[in-house]
């Protein structure tokens, strides 16, 4: 029983970071004049519904019930990023603001992995590792606008 109480919380923990920063990006898309960097976060929209998607199938298939992140953490994340791009929509400050929130689910989702290597689904396993792979590319190319 307690491996798939760890599985549950890892599977949602996955699709959490990945509806997180569907919203960030949809919160700070409008405010991206920057064609060049627009295009890698739209990007990277893609590949964070793709693993939504993916999270959501696998509840479904585990019977593990997937809620939506906290509406007063969404909130803060939009009014943040309104702050942060009022008077500074450059591309560095826009890959900064990224930067920062892919760290912050990097952390998160590396702690779960070690935390839970010995015990995990191999298809929770599996997503888990995809999405780290993809944020720290994701860190990477946002990089490379500072």
């Known amino acids: 029983?307690?491996?798939?109480?760890?599985d549950s919380e890892v599977l949602a923990e996955i699709y959490r970071n990945a509806q997180?920063?569907?919203?960030?990006?949809s919160d700070i898309l409008p405010e991206i004049d920057d064609v060049h960097i627009k295009e890698e976060i739209l990007r990277?929209?893609?590949?964070?519904?793709r693993i939504?998607?993916?999270?959501?199938?696998?509840?479904?298939?585990?019977?593990?019930?997937?809620?939506?992140p906290?509406?007063?953490k969404k909130a803060m994340m939009w009014s943040a990023i309104k702050m942060g791009t009022a008077s500074d929509n450059s591309p560095q400050?826009?890959?900064?603001?990224?930067?920062?929130g892919t760290v912050t689910g990097l952390t998160s989702l590396k702690t779960s992995l070690t935390d839970s290597k010995n015990i995990l689904d191999d298809e929770i396993k599996s997503?888990?590792?995809?999405?780290?792979k993809l944020e720290?590319?994701?860190e990477r190319t946002l990089k490379t606008y500072l």
């Open 93 to 100: 400050n826009i890959a900064q603001m990224m930067i920062r």
């Open 136 to 138: 720290e590319g994701f």
């Open 70 to 72: 906290n509406p007063v």
């Open 20 to 25: 997180l920063a569907i919203t960030s990006i």
């Open 44 to 49: 990277e929209h893609e590949e964070y519904e």
């Open 52 to 68: 939504c998607s993916e999270a959501a199938s696998l509840a479904h298939k585990l019977d593990v019930e997937l809620k939506e």
């Open 127 to 132: 997503l888990l590792c995809e999405l780290i």
């Open 1 to 6: 029983m307690e491996e798939l109480k760890k």
